[in-house]
T-cell receptor, first 114, second 109 residues
Framework: DADVTQTPRNRITKTGKRIMLECSQT?????MYWYRQDPGLGLRLIYY???????NKGEISDGYSVSRQAQAKFSLSLESAIPNQTALYFC?????????????FGEGSWLTVV | KNEVEQSPQNLTAQEGEFITINCSYS?????LHWLQQHPGGGIVSLFM???GKKKHGRLIATINIQEKHSSLHITASHPRDSAVYIC???????????FGTGTRLTIIP
């Protein structure tokens, strides 16, 4: 099984619809992240969480919300999707203390908003 | 100017060639990652380094903290090395990652 699992892997949704991307990890890491990747741009941080009670906005959090349901689960929601949220989304985990700060990525979720 | 710059943006080479991808950054960092992204989209970590040099198989990563520069080398390149290689730095202080835009490498048989 993958260390970091994202669902769905692909989704097409309509403008205005709510959509949730889910992420679960088996690494036992406290830190989890959601990134967005667009062509020609580096990955950009949407939200991050350093433990279950800690949620922080990243550089592009507008239009997104997150929920850290458990240490292993971190979901990203688009409350009212818009076309410029069409992108490849990645969940990631890391553990500076126990795992040398290695970062583990999910396989990505392709989201298209039409 | 981006905080993390990679060069070249695109690189095409013949199988067997020695490959170098460069990363320069303008912020203070605690460490730097080299990542590989295959056409399917998944990203894997190749190296994390904060000084000196690391080697794994045909891949070698170096970093010069004083010059704020890192390089990723691939020896005896192979078509399966074709991917996008991404440099990412861990910002000193807030520990956030800042990513370069990637180098698309294509190795021709």
């Amino acid at each position: 099984d993958a260390d970091v699992t994202q669902t769905p892997r692909n989704r097409i949704t309509k403008t205005g619809k709510r959509i949730m991307l889910e992420c679960s990890q088996t690494k036992g890491h406290d830190r989890m992240y959601w990134y967005r990747q667009d062509p020609g741009l580096g990955l950009r941080l949407i939200y991050y969480s350093f433990d279950v009670k800690d949620i922080n906005k990243g550089e592009i959090s507008d239009g997104y919300s997150v929920s850290r349901q458990a240490q292993a689960k971190f979901s990203l929601s688009l409350e009212s999707a818009i076309p410029n949220q069409t992108a490849l989304y990645f969940c990631a985990t890391s553990d500076p203390q126990g795992d040398g700060n290695t970062i583990y990525f999910g396989e990505g979720s392709w989201l298209t908003v039409v | 100017k981006n905080e993390v710059e990679q060069s070249p943006q695109n690189l095409t080479a013949q199988e067997g060639e020695f490959i170098t991808i460069n990363c320069s950054y303008s912020v203070g960092i605690s460490a730097l990652h080299w990542l590989q992204q295959h056409p399917g989209g998944g990203i894997v970590s190749l190296f994390m380094l904060s000084s000196g040099k690391k080697k794994h198989g045909r891949l070698i990563a170096t970093i010069n903290i004083q010059e704020k520069h890192s390089s990723l080398h691939i020896t005896a390149s192979h078509p399966r090395d074709s991917a996008v290689y991404i440099c990412a730095v861990i910002n000193f202080g807030n520990e956030k990652l800042t990513f370069g835009t990637g180098t698309r490498l294509t190795i021709i048989p």
